[in-house]
């Protein structure tokens, strides 16, 4: 029953309340939760984070040194970037205390001597928003960003400032523009079997709606599509290269399909298949079974499949409260992947626990597979990444 606190107030500062609720919980319990936790609260929102492939162990320190790619997602008239950050993680041998909580900044653990342990340490001007952003594995040095537009740029971040030049006057000055949409999308995904090939997708439901270039084939400072498909009834959402199979893709999209396609036979998809009943936001290959595609969705799930037949989903997990926006494979365990949405949540699962029996207290909980809840943001997360370098480490940005 609604307090006459609650009855006073309107609905979006009920809402307002019950999250700010959740998160002291969540901050009271988050030392019990965790091995390390780290929050930094961004000057603006980043709709995106990609983690780089290396990681510095500097001596006689009691951390190590990963780095992440951000963006900014501004008000209007402010400018936006493209953020590199250092993080500074705590090596097992640290003194971590994760009940340390800055109220300035809203943010919570610490370690040693460490004062900034998540440092913006380069800030490249951005033509609007960064819708996304994701490093080449195979080149970390240049990174893909989805923009406002319909071109998709390259930067080559040693080759820009720390800080933007001021007298530059804020132009936005990319290595590459890549060319073939007409509008602006969000997937984005770098081979990880060939180098320098990059697919992305749009709005723009047309035959340009998915592009793929070979980055570096080809010199100057535009490089057209190197081939586009189309074969969605709708916009597509996201778009990932296959972990086994270099002319495989996927892709999914606001007309509830998932497509697989093979480069090889031309521009029309392979296989499809549907299995939610909204929107399909997200998808991504398993890196050690060439089998296995998960799929997130608008309608509050996440869907598993076997590529070879995908007439309905293996598994369906539930536990989400809104659309899902992401999701993505560890890369260091075969079973375990992990899911972000409009619910504030980051959720671990774990396939290998599908049917495992539980008590009535336990599936309360939620179901077997169900691994981990992480509740520590108070808005929609917009991205979630594994950290390349270390086992049960993610990184999540939201609004």
Not at 35 to 58: C, G, K, N, Q, R
Request: hydrophobic share 35%.
């Amino acid at each position: 029953m609604a307090s006459k606190e609650d009855e006073d107030m309107g609905g979006e500062e009920v809402e307002e309340k019950v999250i700010n609720e959740e998160y002291k919980i969540w901050k009271k319990n988050a030392p019990f939760l965790y091995d390390v936790v780290m929050t930094h609260a961004l000057e603006w929102p980043s709709l995106t984070v990609s983690w780089f492939p290396d990681v510095t162990s500097p001596p006689n320190k009691d951390y190590t040194i990963q780095r992440v790619i951000l963006g900014t997602h501004t008000s209007e008239g402010e400018p936006n970037y493209l953020m590199r950050a250092n993080i500074y993680f705590p090596t097992p041998e640290a003194n971590v205390d994760i009940r340390k909580y800055d109220d300035q900044r809203g943010e919570v653990g610490g370690f040693g001597t460490v004062c900034e342990k998540i440092e913006i340490v380069q800030k490249i001007t951005h033509q609007g928003e960064v819708n996304r952003a994701r490093v080449m594995p195979q080149n970390p040095v240049l990174i893909a960003t989805k923009t406002i537009t319909s071109d998709v740029f390259v930067f080559d971040y040693t080759k820009h400032e720390s800080i933007p030049n001021p007298d530059w006057g804020g132009k936005c000055t990319p290595n590459l523009v890549l060319k073939g949409h007409s509008k602006e999308g969000y997937g984005l995904n770098w081979s990880t079997l060939k180098e320098g090939r990059l697919i992305s997708c749009s709005d723009d439901k047309s035959a340009t709606s998915i592009c793929m270039w070979d980055v570096g084939a080809k010199g100057g400072s535009t490089q057209n599509a190197t081939m586009s498909f189309n074969g969605h009834d709708d916009i597509v959402e996201d778009v990932a290269w296959h972990m086994h199979h270099e002319d495989f893709f996927g892709s999914v999209g606001d007309d509830k399909k998932l497509c697989i396609w093979d480069i090889r036979n031309g521009t029309k998809p392979a296989h499809k298949g549907e299995g939610h009943t909204a929107e399909v936001n997200c998808l991504a290959f398993n890196p050690n079974c060439e089998f296995l595609v998960a799929t997130g969705s608008a309608d509050k799930t996440v869907a598993l499949w076997d590529m070879r037949s995908l007439n309905s989903p293996l598994h369906v997990f539930e536990s989400h409260t809104d659309e899902v926006f992401q999701v993505q494979w560890s890369p260091h365990f075969e079973t375990v992947l992990a899911s972000c949405g409009s619910d504030r949540r980051v959720n671990v699962w774990d396939v290998s626990r599908i049917g495992e029996e539980q008590t009535a207290e336990d599936a309360e909980d939620g179901p077997p597979e169900l691994l981990f809840i992480h509740g520590g943001h108070t808005s929609k997360v917009s991205d979630m990444a594994w950290c390349p370098n270390a086992p049960w480490v993610i990184g999540s940005v939201a609004e």
